[in-house]
């Protein structure tokens, strides 16, 4: 298991043409107690720091003269035996975003730095790299365990039935480390057929019919927007925080997600205990969505205060109401939704994301901008 103290002793680089914001970044990540950190300025040194060093994780700026971000990344990809880049880009570009994500990038942060978002990204980035590490020494230790097994299993069958039980469930150990291993990829429609040296058509073939479901789904939200457009243009306040409803109630339902699909894949979630699941996810999204709604709702009512609004009671009352019922329906459909596409012959991994990313979006963005109109007059 990965602790907070091997979290904080990541290594981690800093790589930005301007010397001030590696110092402004140095200086965040040391305050918080992190203790490996190297930089530069030089965008062309990171490669070989890299092979040096192996870190677990790089910020990288996308704007550098010379040499971007972009390219910088192509090299990594180069040198990663297991094409995983630890990469956390640095942009105030809002558009270079999803390009740098399909450039092999995990996450991003958006300059001017917000020492809250750069801190809780830092941890989740290392957090995610450590345990990938540890994942993948497992995976070889116990691929290594099983060519010792197979290459003795003559013998094995000449021993006891205790022996040959013993041999069935290590190989029934490592068939399950494999379908865990494949989850993640399932959950964006990676199908568990495609590996790295598949043809780029049937990759396309695969994967494509996935994006354009996710497509459809999100007409759907963007449909519930545009239901609203009156209340959005008469309070664009509302604007700000929609993105944040999303993104917590999206968080929230797909931690509920994750423990589902952990259940069924291990065979942890027998028959009978689903009601108990959701009840549990349900009653974590009402507890988790009243603590952040507080902290939201007290964010819109300082902003509100700031612009002269004379609804800044209510707005913030609005964002509270809306944050607790978005993240206690998306716990619930966290829960839920691999459940019946299981009970339908579905594959639950597969599916899963696109169908509760979508009913968390609307549920959200609905509910803040339904409630709004019908509270807020003025």
Excluded at 168 to 192: H, T, Y
Excluded at 245 to 264: H, V
Aim: with cysteine; glycine share 6%.
């Amino acid at each position: 298991m990965i602790s907070p103290t091997d979290i904080l002793h990541g290594k981690v680089l800093i790589v930005d043409d301007l010397e001030a914001n590696t110092l402004l970044l140095e200086r965040m990540l040391r305050g918080a107690g992190y203790v490996a950190i190297t930089s530069t300025i030089n965008p062309g040194e990171v490669c070989a720091l890299h092979l040096k060093n192996h870190y677990d994780l790089i910020l990288l700026d996308l704007q550098m003269p010379g040499m971007d971000g972009f390219h910088v990344m192509e090299e990594l990809r180069a040198i990663e035996p297991d094409g995983y880049l630890p990469v956390l880009v640095i942009t105030a570009q809002p558009d270079h975003k999803l390009r740098a994500l399909k450039a092999g990038a995990k996450d991003f942060i958006s300059k001017p730095f917000d020492l809250a978002d750069v801190l809780a990204r830092v941890n989740n980035m290392l957090e995610v790299r450590l345990l990938h590490v540890e994942a993948k020494n497992y995976s070889k230790t116990l691929e290594q365990k099983i060519q010792e097994v197979e290459a003795s299993r003559a013998l094995i069958h000449r021993q006891s039935d205790e022996v040959r039980r013993l041999y069935d469930e290590i190989v029934a150990e490592q068939k399950r480390s494999i379908e865990l291993s494949l989850q993640p990829g399932a959950m964006v429609g990676v199908e568990k057929e495609e590996r790295t040296a598949t043809r780029w058509v049937r990759s396309l073939r695969l994967r494509h019919p996935w994006l354009q479901i996710n497509l459809l789904t999100a007409f759907a939200a963007a449909a519930v927007v545009g239901h609203f457009q009156e209340t959005i243009s008469r309070l664009l306040i509302l604007t700000m925080f929609l993105p944040v409803l999303a993104d917590q109630a999206c968080n929230t339902g797909s931690q509920a997600l994750a423990i589902t699909l952990r259940g069924i894949a291990l065979g942890d979630l027998e028959s009978g205990k689903e009601k108990a699941l959701v009840r549990k996810e349900a009653l974590l999204g009402l507890l988790n969505g009243a603590l952040v709604g507080l902290v939201a709702a007290t964010g819109m009512y300082g902003v509100a205060t700031v612009q002269h609004l004379h609804s800044a009671p209510m707005l913030s009352s609005v964002v509270f109401l809306a944050m607790i019922g978005s993240c206690f329906v998306s716990g619930i459909c966290g829960a839920v939704v691999p459940l019946i596409l299981k009970r339908l012959g579905a594959d639950p991994a597969t599916a899963s994301s696109i169908f509760l990313t979508t009913a968390t979006n609307i549920v959200s963005m609905g509910m803040l901008l339904g409630l709004a109109t019908v509270l807020v007059k003025r």
